[in-house]
């Protein structure tokens, strides 16, 4: 909207900009405030653009010269500068060095995107305590001939590098390298950098490729029988100690109550007895078994102890998937600091097959925030009320009193046994009613004390 308004020799010129998307207004009063505005807008766009390319350069720079091309480009200033302030030809000369020394470092970072670069693991999945090998393919993508370079392949903490000779256009190279043993966890390889540098190091140029691998390294387990732990083969189901009016497993005769359903009464007891007389029957149900691991820290003397256990739920569990049963693993989950004692939360480990249940472990570490064994045990009981087997693996730190409370979380049809962790002591096996306990000191020790368990 243009309006005129006129008064006297003066004429005043007033432009409204309204922005209905944006909700704001702009007036400009007169043409010199226009000009006015308009190139303090113009000055504020070309100050945030220069002041944005000055930190990028800044930041580029950073990496770019390494703390001895500093000194020789404070050397050529410094030089320069008093050399020809003060007329000394001593200093005008070691500017000159210098500054001829930055100069012919400078070629030494071209190439750093001529590079082609494919790593590649022989295995992506490994048990605990063993190494794999690997490659990386270097190709020169480039019309021109590539300068000899390095590269840097991050393992985790670690780094490997190897150097990459002078390459003609569309050559390559492989080089093979050995990842050494890795305890369990998931372990980033890569991605691959190439590193341009001169060769006094005044100039470092990088460049990271996308190509990125995780190296799952998976616990160490032991095969386990079938019929450990007291399980047993089902293929109809297996009886419970839950008593109902219909099912597959007889269990004994009761006297009729009205509502019974006439197909179970039993003649030849009522027969007998002169009254009406049913059979009753033990709930028969799949196996559902559970296994709990505790990830508190307190609960574990040290980290091997800790391994120990991670070990042992995942042979039950692997054990439990080649039986094709109906499993549930769970562990605690992390809790923030804030909000620990008013929140509950668990965490499920993939259960269909054994590679993605072993992956699942080598992701589980010890939590100084997360929930007590008992809590986890009674979350996970409250989540499944059909479970007939659960299994809880902890620690040396526990006790019987605090084991007996995270099993007295499970109804009392559920078959119980806790699998303890002490690296320290002789295996055995204990019963504590409602639950059984067998001590592990190494992860052999498991196999036969489970089916000394189960026959007793």
């Known amino acids: 909207m243009t309006s005129l308004d006129q008064r006297g020799t003066d004429s005043r010129v007033t432009r409204t900009l309204t922005s209905t998307g944006s909700g704001e207004r702009t007036e400009v009063t007169t043409p010199r405030s226009r000009a006015l505005v308009g190139l303090a807008v113009w000055a504020t766009g070309l100050w945030r653009m220069l002041r944005r390319a000055a930190r990028l350069t800044a930041a580029a720079a950073g990496r770019t010269v390494r703390p001895a091309g500093a000194l020789v480009l404070l050397a050529a200033t410094v030089g320069l500068t008093a050399g020809l302030a003060l007329g000394w030809v001593e200093w005008i000369a070691a500017g000159v060095v210098a500054l001829v020394l930055l100069a ?26 063993t190494g794999v090998a690997a490659h990386v393919v270097v190709r020169n993508a480039g019309s021109r001939v590539a300068l000899p370079g390095r590269i840097d392949v991050p393992v985790d903490a670690g780094l490997v590098e190897f150097g990459v000779p002078m390459l003609r256009p569309g050559q390559e190279i492989v080089h093979a390298f050995d990842i050494p043993p890795q305890p369990r966890g998931i372990v980033p390889v890569g991605p691959a950098t190439t590193v ?45 100690r839950r008593l109902v009016d219909a099912d597959m497993s007889f269990h004994a005769i009761r006297e009729y109550a009205p509502g019974d359903a006439r197909r179970q009464i039993h003649w030849k007891s009522t027969a007998k007895t002169g009254r009406l007389m049913v059979r009753q029957y033990e709930e028969s149900r799949r196996s559902r078994m559970a296994v709990v691991l505790g990830l508190a820290e307190a609960e574990y003397a040290s980290a091997d102890e800790f391994e120990l256990a991670v070990s042992c739920a995942a042979s039950l569990s692997v054990r439990a998937v080649q039986d094709a049963r109906d499993l549930d693993i769970v562990v605690g989950a992390e809790i923030p600091r804030v909000v620990r ?53 902890t620690g040396s730190t526990g006790g ?22 002490d690296e320290q002591a002789h295996p055995r096996s204990q019963v504590f009613r409602p639950f059984t306990a067998i001590t592990v000191g190494t992860l052999d020790d498991l196999a036969g004390l489970l089916l000394r368990s189960a026959t007793s």
């Open 196 to 240: 341009r540098s001169d060769p006094i190091g005044l100039l470092r140029r990088e460049r990271a490729f996308e190509d990125r691998h995780d190296l799952y390294v998976h616990p160490r387990t032991v095969a386990l029988p079938s019929t450990s732990a007291g399980l047993i083969r089902d293929l109809d189901g297996s009886p419970t």
């Open 400 to 421: 019987p009193a605090r084991l007996r409370r995270a099993a007295l979380a499970f109804p009392a049809d559920t078959a119980l046994l806790v699998v303890v962790c």
């Open 104 to 129: 012919m470092t400078v070629p030494f970072l071209f190439g750093a995107r001529a590079y082609d670069i494919d790593l590649a693991l022989a295995h992506e999945r490994v048990v605990a305590g």
């Open 341 to 393: 004692g008013r929140l509950r939360a668990i965490r499920h480990i993939p259960s269909g097959a054994p590679r993605p249940l072993l992956d699942g472990f080598s992701g589980v570490a010890r939590l100084a925030n997360t929930m007590a064994l008992e809590d986890v045990c009674r979350l996970t009981a409250e989540a499944n009320e059909r479970l007939s087997i659960a299994v809880i693996v």
